[in-house]
């Protein structure tokens, strides 16, 4: 990568301007209070001749800036602090319902998914946060992280012997947010979790109600607190 655009990149996602914007109410079970990344040494600013090249007088939009930190957590060349920086940057622009709807026509579901599998937690544990984000109280983009199997991704995190607790908190949290008022997603999570986990009160399964608040949030405390993994 052309060393001033790598530059860009991070001074763009360090600096995006939603980083103040407000964090989305998270769900009883979900963990989704936010962290604070890894601190890094400051990025200096890119010459403004450059900036003005690549995106003209207005600055880089949102999806400019949501390529961008992807673009760097995917670097292999990228340090982790600068990758949690980059994660903590793209929460915070999916706290946006138009930005997280922008993920499909911007081919970033994918490797936004890829990085559940990372071998490194934080960036498990981010890219959790990401997902339930997206996903919060969201049925467009819900269905879209659906059709690309995030439900049995993270289902598998969480019974398929994840031991980061912070991840796997992460990992409810992101559940959570697929699974509810979204019936093919609460489907799909009773197919692949195990009885116990899905046993209610006086032992019963049966189907799970994806408008069902209180029986999901018992699913989710058992896979929080008591866990499969």
């Known amino acids: ?6 530059q860009l990149l991070k001074w763009g996602v360090t600096n995006s301007s939603s980083s103040t914007s407000p964090q989305q109410n998270g769900t009883t079970n979900g963990d989704s209070s936010p962290t604070t990344a890894a601190t890094a040494t400051p990025i200096p600013a890119p010459n403004a001749e450059a900036l003005q090249a690549l995106f003209g007088d207005s600055g880089p939009s949102d999806a400019e800036l949501m390529r961008a930190a992807l673009s760097s957590i995917e670097d292999t060349t990228t340090p982790l602090a600068e990758k949690l920086i980059a994660f903590d940057n793209l929460e ?15 081919g970033l579901w994918e490797p936004l998914l890829t990085q559940l599998s990372n071998t490194e937690p934080e960036l498990r544990r981010m890219a959790c946060w990401c997902v339930g984000t997206s996903v919060q109280n969201n049925v467009k983009a819900q269905k879209e992280a659906f059709d690309r199997g995030a439900v049995e991704k993270v289902t598998e995190m969480l019974v398929g012997g994840e031991t980061d607790r912070q991840v796997k908190r992460k990992a409810v949290y992101a559940l959570s947010s697929l699974v509810r008022n979204f019936p093919p997603a609460t489907a799909k999570m009773v197919e692949l979790l195990p009885s116990e986990v899905l046993a209610d009160g006086d032992g019963a399964q049966g189907d799970v109600d994806a408008s069902d608040m209180d ?7 058992k896979l929080r607190d008591d866990g499969t993994g």
């Open 1 to 6: 990568m052309d060393p001033g655009l790598n």
């Open 92 to 106: 915070q622009l999916l706290e946006n319902l138009d930005n997280a709807n922008d993920l499909p026509a911007l």
């Open 215 to 221: 029986r999901l949030d018992r699913i989710m405390v």
